[in-house]
């Protein structure tokens, strides 16, 4: 039995042409699925995106009360141990005279401890602000690029399922 070469050839073009028929398919399909999808959810991501920075400074609020009670912890402790603590800060801290004649006590400011507890607050080590939503996320959460992603993503479906779909072969007669 002797094979025919020519329906050999065209078995082998036929099945080239479906694989890259096939590989089209899901490159368009998968393209146009993707922003569709990005689309419809755009909305979800951009909740997502701000509950995630909202959370993130929930977290450092919470750290810094419980630094704060860890502080007032130590200054407590050391208020016990030590009554004459209290009569040393009572005039920083309630605002009260002095009691010593003879010492000499520094004069400051409100603005001047203002800026003392701010260079005191600043955290040499922090991160830089992380930006609260990506860029391709704010752009594609505009109105009309959102109605753009959707109808080319619809389009790019519908044009794999039609140009790209199984291709229909009439068998040719055989002489």
Known sequence: MKRDTKHETRDTKLQKQNVIRTFLFVVFFSIGAISLGASILC?????????????????????????????????????????????????????????????????????????????LAEDPNQQPAEPVMPGWLTRCSEPRRRMMLFFSGGALILISFICFGTAKHTPKKQE
């Not at 509950?51 to 016990?80: G, M």
């Not at 800060?89 to 520094?106: C, K, Q, V």
């Open 43 to 119: 909305d979800d991501l951009v909740q997502y995106y701000r509950n995630r920075q909202l959370l993130k400074a929930a977290q450092e609020s919470l750290d810094r009360l419980r630094s704060l009670n860890v502080d007032y912890d130590v200054l407590l402790e050391h208020l016990e141990k030590d009554p004459n603590l209290f009569k040393r800060i009572a005039s920083a801290t309630l605002g009260t005279e002095h009691e010593d004649a003879d010492a000499i006590y520094p004069k400051a400011t409100a603005e001047q401890l203002a800026v003392a507890r701010r260079v």
